[in-house]
C-alpha cells in the first residue's frame, strides 16, 4: 500500500496554533465524555444527530444542523460556498469549495481539501474557522448551563493529559476559543 503523501493546511499564526491545538485537544477529550455523560448523551440533547459507522471498528459521526460535524479525530463544518476541516492532530485549517457534508467515519475517506488557495478562499476558510470556533462556545455555554460548570472543570480535569493544561478551566474553555476565533490569538 503506498503512502499518502502529507497534506498541508492553511497555517493560523503561531499563537493560534498553540493555543488551538491545547484548545482542541481538550475540546475533542469533552466531546467523548459528554457521549458517555452521566447526564444522558449531551450531544444528542444539544440536537447533533448521530451517524453510526457501518463498520464497528469506527467510532460514530455525529451532525449538526448548523452544518458542523464531530467525528474523534476532528472537525467539519460546511456552509454556504464552502468547507472547512480541522484536523484533531494539526491545528490547521484544510478547505473545500463546496459545503458538502462528508458521509464518513475514518480520516482516510476525507474528500480532497487542502489550504485555501487564494485571497478569496482564505477570507472564506477564516469565516469557516471563526463560525466553527463560534459553534464550540454556543455549544460550551450551553454544557454549562444545563449540566453546570463543575460538570465541564471535572471533564477538563479527567483529561489524561491535565497536568498540562492546568492552566485551563471550564470558564477559559469559552474565552480561549473566542479569543482564537478570529485567527489572531490577543493575550488577556
Not at 490547521?92 to 458521509?103: G, R, W
Request: charged share 15%; aromatic share 12%; net charge positive.
Amino acid at each position: 500500500m503506498a503512502s499518502k503523501k502529507k497534506q498541508v493546511g492553511y497555517a493560523l499564526p503561531a499563537g493560534v496554533r498553540k493555543v488551538g491545538a491545547m484548545l482542541l485537544d481538550v475540546q475533542m477529550w469533552c466531546f467523548g465524555r459528554d457521549v458517555v455523560s452521566k447526564h444522558g448523551n449531551l450531544l444528542l440533547e444539544y440536537g447533533f444527530r448521530k451517524q453510526p459507522s457501518p463498520d464497528g471498528r469506527f467510532h460514530s459521526l455525529y451532525q449538526h444542523d448548523s452544518g458542523w460535524q464531530l467525528w474523534s479525530w476532528g472537525l467539519w463544518i460546511g456552509q454556504t460556498g464552502g468547507s472547512l476541516y480541522l484536523p484533531r492532530q494539526r491545528f490547521e485549517l484544510f478547505y473545500m469549495p463546496c459545503a458538502a457534508q462528508p458521509l464518513i467515519w475514518q480520516p482516510d475517506d476525507l474528500p480532497h481539501v487542502q489550504a485555501p488557495c487564494d485571497a478569496a478562499e482564505v477570507a472564506h476558510a477564516l469565516a469557516l474557522y471563526n463560525a466553527l470556533c463560534s459553534a464550540i462556545v454556543a455549544y460550551e455555554r450551553w454544557v454549562q448551563s444545563v449540566v453546570g460548570v463543575a460538570h465541564r472543570q471535572q471533564t477538563i480535569e479527567q483529561h489524561p493529559s491535565y497536568r498540562h493544561y492546568r492552566h485551563l478551566n471550564a470558564e477559559s474553555l469559552i474565552c480561549q476559543w473566542q479569543s482564537i476565533s478570529s485567527g489572531e490569538h490577543h493575550h488577556a
